[in-house]
């Protein structure tokens, strides 16, 4: 009838529809409610998207906050309140603070690549005579490289090393040598050493980067089958001669030349026998105690091989000082640069017996913590130029440290 108040039947469900005038059907409330939570939810969002509400940083800290567990009668009794208590602001304890545990530092590339045995079986070529050769690898690798030990170039940029020649005519003190040194002592072995390979294999697994000596003077060169290199021999027996001894085992980085003789100071003789340790993929170690110029260095430049020299022989007792003094003023001269002079290189070279050894044992032990210079193997001391970069680029992974 005109005039009554429709029933809920006649609403037919319609949302928004009044019965009464000011009266809104429960429903309808209802969804108001909800535009009202998603406008504050976008509000909300807003104000942290342009900065309206301002947040703490995340900070890295040295201490981190332990989380203490309740008693269990604090997780059963709820704590009773006074009203005084109930209507003041809750105010959070201060967590207590543990020490963190400080994290590692970052790995070094100390030890040697870890490549894989195809990588290295590449290396290493079978002669139609049977001889087994290092060789560079089709894909760029050369041993030089590839079986030296790594190091950290971060370190001081001042650096020492130490090289023991002349391992292998007795076992006794090349195996104190290969047990005793510290890994950074870099190893020569004589090529007639018996059992060659196995002494090689047990420097390596003790982180020593080992060499071969080129068998100029090796009194026991001839009596255990390797004639030793002659400047009087044609160029065809002296590398014939060379190949026996590079064929004695694997795993090394070049040969040690001692400057002392005929063969060193001849650039004729050394020509063919540079370029052969070169197309090999091997690097050659000069030991001059002269500071004059060798064709040696000339050589290497010019085929592309790496290269390193030491004129610091700590075994030769000058002036009475034992090798402790003399390994202690090497330090010294690297450790002191002038202001304003590159870093200094050095390294030093010893035989091997009790003395030598017995001192750089107790020099490695007092070296500080945080030393003004970096101990490293031999490879740290060696220059390749400009022939040598160009072979080094064939494979990219040979530059990285």
């Not at 190949?243 to 070049?254: D, E, I």
């Amino acid at each position: 009838m005109p005039g009554q108040p429709r029933t809920s039947g006649e609403t037919g469900g319609r949302a928004g529809r009044r019965t009464r005038q000011g009266e809104i059907r429960p429903r309808h409330r209802g969804l108001i409610a909800a535009y009202l939570l998603v406008a504050a939810a976008i509000a909300g969002s807003a104000a942290l998207v342009f900065g309206d509400i301002r947040m703490p940083a995340p900070q890295v800290v040295d201490s981190a906050a332990a989380a203490v567990p309740l008693p269990p009668a604090a997780l059963s009794t709820p704590p009773a309140t006074s009203a005084a208590s109930a209507a003041a602001p809750t105010i959070p304890a201060e967590p207590a603070v543990v020490q963190s545990l400080a994290l590692p530092a970052r790995p070094v590339p100390t030890g040697f690549r870890d490549l894989s045995p195809a990588q290295r079986a590449a290396m290493v070529e079978t002669t139609s005579d049977g001889l087994r050769l290092p060789r560079i690898a089709p894909d760029g690798w050369m041993p030089w490289i590839a079986n030296a030990r790594r190091f950290d170039p971060a370190g001081p940029p001042a650096r020492i090393g130490l090289l023991m020649i002349n391992l292998g005519a007795n076992e006794a003190a090349m195996t104190r040598a290969i047990e005793e040194l510290p890994a950074e002592v870099s190893l020569a072995f004589l090529a007639a050493t018996p059992d060659l390979p196995r002494w090689l294999a047990r420097a390596r697994a003790l982180g020593h980067e080992s060499y071969l000596m080129l068998p100029t003077d090796d009194p026991m060169a001839a009596e255990r089958g390797i004639r030793p290199i002659e400047a009087n021999a044609d160029a065809a027996e002296n590398l014939r001669r060379l190949r026996l001894s590079l064929a004695r085992g694997t795993g090394y980085v070049g040969l040690v030349l001692p400057s002392t003789g005929p063969v060193t100071q001849s650039e004729a003789v050394l020509r063919p026998l540079v370029k052969e340790i070169a197309e090999h993929g091997l690097a050659l170690v000069e030991i001059n105690p002269s500071r004059d110029s060798a064709p040696v260095q000339r050589l290497t430049a010019e085929f592309g091989a790496g290269y390193a020299r030491s004129a610091d022989v700590l075994d030769y007792k000058l002036a009475g000082e034992s090798v402790l003094a003399n390994l202690d003023r090497l330090t010294a001269w690297v450790a002191e640069a002038p202001a304003g002079e590159a870093p200094r290189h050095a390294f030093g070279v010893m035989q091997p017996d009790d003395e030598t050894i017995d001192a750089i044992v107790a020099w490695s032990r007092r070296r500080p913590e945080r030393p003004a210079m970096s101990f490293v193997p031999l490879i740290g001391h060696f220059e390749c130029r400009e022939a040598c970069m160009v072979r080094l680029r064939t494979q990219p992974a040979q530059l990285r440290p």
